[in-house]
């Protein structure tokens, strides 16, 4: 009798521990069976996400779902729609996949689409809705890398002031950093340049192209700074002009 008795109390804990076991199990992605599960890409058969189901696994691509029963892709679930092909009769999808879907208006991945993120669920577009006719799953490309800051190149700082002999000092300069960027490439040198022109009786000037410092390679992070000089008379007050440019590039 004690013998009964503990098999017994043994064989009801046991099934209580399965009860218990399998209503702690999380929802699985299941093949086909009528329930949109996570991991899971899913059609309904009306808008709003209601009416049947056709649930499809969370990877690969479906070319052609085929256009009659019984070797057709079906809605399985119950609703409105239990039973129809899935070919042209879909209203609305849940992406519970962890890749993007891209439904084609024909067959063969073709035509028309639309794409549904991750974890996105809505109804199809007016062009798609019940005219889908294949989908695949995909990874989206991560996004383009931001673009570099913009270089610290600049047009000559000119400046000038009076000096103790009666000439006016003109300066003139420009800073640069290798790895920045200049036209897509890393610059190795540039110049500075004053010119003084059409001066009436005082003659033309030009410092020429100016070159004071290089860069030591493309990654190089110092801002150098590239000046020059010229002197002029105040009595004329002649028309002065700097410029710049790349002298030379990595």
């Known amino acids: 009798m004690l013998r009964r008795t503990a098999r017994a109390l043994l064989i009801s804990f046991s099934a209580i521990a399965i009860i218990l076991t399998t209503g ?3 929802a699985y ?16 058969y009306n808008s709003g996400n209601t ?8 990877s690969g691509s479906i070319n052609d779902y085929g256009t009659s029963q019984p070797s057709c ?8 729609g239990k039973g129809q092909c899935v070919k042209n009769h879909a209203a609305s999808v849940w992406n519970k996949s962890k890749q993007s879907v891209r439904i084609y208006f024909n067959s063969g991945l073709k035509g ?17 809705k019940n005219n889908n006719a294949s989908h695949s799953h995909f990874t989206l490309n991560p996004p383009p890398p931001p673009p570099p800051p913009p270089p610290t ?17 003109h300066h003139a300069y420009v800073t640069f950093k290798a790895s920045d960027l200049h036209n897509g490439r890393h610059v190795k040198k540039v110049y500075v340049r004053i010119q003084r022109q059409n001066c009436w009786l005082y003659p033309d000037n030009d410092t020429g192209q100016v070159f004071s410092v290089s860069a030591s390679s493309p990654s190089d992070t110092t801002t150098y700074k590239v000046e020059t000089d010229l002197y002029d008379s105040p009595n004329f007050k002649c028309p002065m002009s700097s410029n710049w440019g790349v002298a030379e590039y990595f």
Do not use: M, V
């Open 24 to 26: 702690l199990t999380p």
């Open 29 to 44: 992605a299941a093949s086909r069976d009528g329930a949109c599960d996570d991991g899971e890409f899913c059609y309904y």
């Open 51 to 58: 009416g049947s189901i056709s649930d499809f696994s969370g």
């Open 73 to 80: 892709y079906d809605f399985k679930g119950a609703g409105t």
């Open 112 to 128: 028309y689409y639309q794409d549904f993120a991750p974890g996105a669920r809505g109804n199809l577009d007016s062009t798609l």
């Open 153 to 169: 190149y600049a047009a000559p700082y000119f400046y000038s002031w009076q000096d103790g002999l009666g000439n006016i000092h």
